[in-house]
């Protein structure tokens, strides 16, 4: 009898390494995600994406009903459904973390993500909130950086950031905002290698840019390993990132083949 070709998977989740967060732009050019669309994604890919990111005002811009059955959705995929960090520095603005935690409970999504892309906060502010959004059940995850950085990327900082956040207060990772990647490629391109080796880079997730994709999502595969956690992955982008990291398709040329190869 004829051997039947098999797979070898990546580990199923939770996993802590080769997480990919998506992020659900609702109509858009990236990957149209009403309901259809959602389920059809999720019936490929759910294996694939351990967390989807409703984008930016998202939650409150369009129809609740339909954010609501999109993070039923995720959630029945065993995918973690959580609002981008914009609303929360929204909420912050407003003075309003009242109203965002009631809009959290109308819509059944028990994730968030607190960001300081233009709102800056104390360490103290910070924890206090994370806190706050712990003790009601809310999962936290933190975003470093700042849409428009004013220097490069300090290591330092962030590692204390990392420490404090996921040692002291549960957090699980801190993502790192694209544009402070971009900031340090494009001045220091060495200094990603260096982030690449520091013991708590597992605990990173690395936001790519869908408008680069595949080239860039292929580098970051290529220069941090296929385990990286990437955030920020279109829908449309999802299986193909996932293929990428086994090796699959020319962007990574093939790598999958490569044992085989040698072999011979």
């Not at 490069?152 to 950031?161: F, K, N, R, V, Y």
Request: negative net charge.
């Amino acid at each position: 009898m004829a051997k039947t070709l098999a797979w070898e998977a990546r580990p199923p989740k939770p996993r802590d390494k080769g997480t990919t967060m998506m992020i659900d732009y609702g109509p858009d050019q990236m990957g149209w995600t009403g309901m259809r669309g959602i389920e059809d994604l999720l019936e490929i890919c759910a294996d694939a994406i351990d967390y989807a990111k409703i984008y930016a005002m998202n939650a409150v811009v369009m129809p609740r009903d339909v954010i609501k059955k999109a993070a039923k959705l995720y959630r029945d995929y065993n995918v973690a459904p959580f609002t981008g960090g914009i609303l929360f520095e929204y909420a912050h603005l407003k003075n309003d973390v009242d109203g965002f935690i009631g809009l959290l409970n109308e819509l059944d999504i028990s994730g968030i993500e607190i960001s300081e892309n233009y709102i800056a906060l104390s360490i103290d502010e910070r924890n206090a909130y994370i806190d706050q959004f712990h003790k009601i059940g809310i999962d936290v995850s933190y975003e470093f950086g700042r849409k428009n950085p004013t220097g490069p990327l300090s290591l330092d900082e962030l590692e204390a950031i990392v420490t404090d956040v996921t040692e002291n207060h549960d957090v699980p990772h801190v993502i790192v905002e694209q544009c402070e990647i971009d900031e340090i490629a494009e001045k220091d391109p060495k200094a990603l290698d260096t982030l690449a080796n520091v013991p708590w880079f597992h605990k990173l997730l690395i936001e790519a840019d869908p408008y680069r994709f595949p080239k860039q999502h292929a580098d970051m595969v290529k220069q941090f390993g296929p385990d990286v956690n990437l955030a920020n992955i279109a829908p449309g982008q999802v299986y193909r990132l996932e293929l990428m990291r086994l090796g699959i398709g020319r962007a990574v040329d093939y790598s999958f083949l490569d044992p085989l190869l040698n072999q011979k």
